[in-house]
């Protein structure tokens, strides 16, 4: 089913910018989805408004106490002009799931497909074209619940902003290139029984004291190990993380730990699809540099959404440096990414049939 929403337009537009200096989440367009939640009424109100600032009570409870969750998802521009989503259903399901975690209440998927197509529907012109780029679509629910009480809100708000940007990591959008990577020890991103499966803001926050040692030792991005034992692999930075050691494709399974990516999903059905040997499971990180050295690893990459497949040139752990590849970009991930960013800009045919989504 789709629902359709009122649409009040701006009565002043912004100036585009420059498609070839997006950077990322640097610009938001011109509109936004905004939609209530009340206990007793559900999610009520769905619209279409001008983008601009909303107005909190400084007590509201997710200033506080953070409970949110979010999605990440991208519009893409065609050949044919049009736009294209990719996989919306599972950020859908993937909402839900973070809801129930968080104490947040959950949302008919149509009414969240709806809503996405209608607020990107709304600022099409603002899809941008040039290659590498795209639209960064970003869903969340906030409390505006006035309590300095910790329990959960019975009042909710629902919001979706779009963001035109180029790629995630500086430059990929031109051409991929390694990544170094941080191996963490001390900090860990998410334990077992925690919100690690979840989209929210916590499990953000709490990564980038890693991500700023890791920047001061000049690294890109953070290898998080699992909590308990700091010895299995779990994801890099924002993202999912894949090791090729010999002839197999290894990610960490979905502990509870992990965030169950669109692109790490999408990455394992194309590589099962492809004939690949593929593998979810525990990995430890004394396997991953013991391949780095004797030279049985030799891929690694990160996937997600604002990433979609970026390549990993380099691990650092305890002082010493793992080349991957040296440093060059694999044959795996190059493909995967012509692959999925080609499907997703409608310039490859949609190998998987209903992927991609045009509007
Ligand atoms: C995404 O890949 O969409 C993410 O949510 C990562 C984001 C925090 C930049």
Known sequence: MEYTFPVT???????????????????????????????????????????????LDPASTTLHYA??????????????????????????????RSNRRLCIPEMDEDLFISAVKAVVRADEDWVPSVPGTSLYIRPFIISPEVSMAVHPASRYLFLIILSPVAAYYEGNENELHGSRIWVEEEYIRAAVGGTGFAKCGGNYSCGMIAATEAKKQGCEEVLWLDAKEHRYVEEVGTSNAFF?????????????????????????????????????RRLELAEVLEAAKDGTLKEAWATGTACVISPIGLLRYKGENYPINDEKVGEVSQHLYD???GMQTGKREDEMGNWVVTL
């Open 67 to 96: 409970q949110m969750s979010f999605e990440g998802m991208k519009a893409y521009r065609n050949p044919e002009g049009r736009i294209n989503l990719f996989r919306p259903d599972m950020n859908a399901a993937r909402l839900n």
């Open 9 to 55: 337009r701006t009565t002043s537009p912004k100036a585009k910018p420059d498609e070839h200096a997006l950077g990322f989440g640097k610009y938001y367009t011109d509109h936004m989805f905004m939609m209530e939640y009340d206990e007793g009424q559900g999610w009520h109100d769905g619209r279409i408004v001008p983008y601009g600032p909303l107005s």
């Open 339 to 341: 692959v999925l960013y």
């Open 244 to 280: 090729m050691i010999g002839d197999t494709v290894v990610t960490s399974s979905l502990t509870g730990s992990i965030l169950p990516g669109v692109t790490r999903d999408s990455t394992l059905q194309l590589l099962r699809k492809w004939g690949y040997k593929v593998e979810e």
